[in-house]
């Protein structure tokens, strides 16, 4: 965990578990553009810390469509993650 003004955060089951895996639902473009934005499938909640997709959202398109297909072949954890704390 993390912890931080944002309040505390966990990292992501990044594997393809079917049940726990965060990128289970996500299109490749949807894993591009979370990574651009920093926000969940592009649109939704922003990504806390730990995960620098600041840095990551400057990789060149092809770089990031490498990265979730290396991601997709990982072999499934299944790992529920807890949900972000907010601050207090």
């Known amino acids: 965990a993390w912890s931080g003004p944002w309040g505390v955060s966990f990292t992501a089951n990044l594997t393809p578990d079917p049940e726990t895996g965060v ?20 649109q939704g909640r922003r990504i806390l ?5 600041p840095l ?9 469509k490498a990265v979730f297909a290396y991601l997709r072949q990982i072999p ?3 790992n529920k993650v807890p949900d972000p704390i907010p601050p207090k």
């Open 76 to 78: 499934a954890v299944k």
């Open 49 to 53: 810390p730990p995960m620098p997709w």
């Open 23 to 42: 990128l289970r639902d996500f299109t490749e473009q949807q894993f591009i553009q979370t990574m651009r934005t920093g926000r969940h499938q592009g």
């Open 56 to 64: 990551i959202g400057k990789m060149t398109d092809d770089d990031l």
